[in-house]
C-alpha cells in the first residue's frame, strides 16, 4: 500500500497545485501539516514530496520549506491586441480608425477582466507603415497564441499567423478583399462590418426624407469593389433614383476644403451629401457645416461614420454607426472559448439622426 498511497498522495497535491491552493512560487505547508491535511503518515509524505520534486513541480529551499516551481505552472495566455505602431491609441489626432480601435479594446478589456485574463496590446511598426513590421515584435506568437487583428493593413502578417497556427478574431471593414484571403480567413474567426449594406442603408434613409439627387465624397472610392461607393450605388437603383454623384477626397487638404465642395455642389446641385466625417472633423469655425462648405442650408449632409465630432458640429452630423465595442466583447469571447471555431458574423451599421437631416429652415447658416 505505500506506492499506492504516495502517488495519491502525489496526485492530491498536483490537483491543488492546478486548481490555485498552492500557487506558483507559494510554499508548501510543512510535512507535520500535510500529514494532517491529507491524512497520511508523514512515512508516506516524505516520499511523496520527493517524488514532486524529481518531478520539477515542487523545490526544496533549504531552511525556507518547499514551494510551487513557477516554471512549472503556466500563466494564462493572454489576449493580444495588435496596434499599428507604439503611439497609436495615444495619438491626439481624432480620426474613426484610432476611435474604433479604443472601443473594441475597450469590449475585450471588459470580457478579459470577467475570465481574470490579461489582455496585451502589441505595435508592429515604427512608423505605422503596413510594409514596415518589425517581427521581432511577434517573436513570442505561437500555436497557443489568441490575436485580435483589425483589418487588412496587416496582411503581410498573414503568412506569419497560419504558419505559428495561433487563434485569430479578425475584424474586417474591406470585406471585398475576403475572396483575396480566403485561405488565411478560413482558419480564424471572422467578424465583418458591413459597410456596403450601411451605405445602401443610408441612402434609402435620405430617399425617405424626400431627397433626391444624393452625392457621395469620400476617399478612394473609386478604387474597385469600393464597399461604400457599392452600397451607394445599389441604395440609389433601389430608391429608383437615376441622379447620381461622387467625389474621391483622397486629396483634399484641410485649407481646399470648403472650396473643394462648394464647386462639386455648383457642378452637381445635390439635395443631400454622404461624406466622410474626416474630412471636416478638424474645422474650427463659428459657421454651420453647410455654410463652411459652400451649401445652401437645405443640403441634408450625413456621415458614414460615427466619432464624437458628429456630435458637436452645427448641425449635429446624423451618423452610420457600427458596435465596434460588442464586436470587441464577441471577439474576445471566442478568443477565449476552450476550443477555437473558425467561423463568421457579421455586423450591420445603425443610423443615429441628427439635425443635419432634419429639416433646416430654422438652421443659422452663419
Known sequence: MGPVKR???????????????????????NEFDLADKY?????????ALATLENEKIIELLKGRGRRVCPVNVKAPVPLTFLLPCADFLSDTREYPYALHLRQMLKGVSQIAFEHNCRVQTVPVSPTNYQHNIDLKQLDFVDSNSKLLVHNYWYAD????????GCKIAFVE????YFKLYADYLKNWFVLTIDRENAAEA??????????RRIALANGFIEEKDHPIMSGYKSGLAKCGLRYAAWIDTRAITDEIIGRFIA???KKNKFDALLLDPQLVFRLRTQHSLNY???LPSSVRIMADNEMS????????LSSLVFPYEEIGRIAARLLLEDEFRPGRQIFSAQIIERESTMQQSALVTA
Open 157 to 164: 502578417l498573414f503568412p506569419l499567423f497560419k504558419e505559428r
Open 202 to 211: 443610408a441612402v434609402k434613409f435620405l430617399a425617405e426624407r424626400g431627397c
Open 173 to 176: 471593414t474591406q470585406a471585398r
Open 39 to 47: 491524512g497520511y503518515s508523514r512515512n508516506t509524505v516524505r516520499p
Open 309 to 316: 465630432y458628429n456630435q458637436q458640429a452645427f448641425p449635429s
Open 263 to 265: 464647386d462639386f455642389y
Open 292 to 294: 463652411y462648405l459652400g
Open 7 to 29: 502517488l495519491k498522495l502525489c496526485e492530491a497535491i498536483k490537483s491543488d497545485i492546478a486548481s490555485g491552493l498552492y500557487l506558483p512560487g507559494g510554499f508548501l505547508p
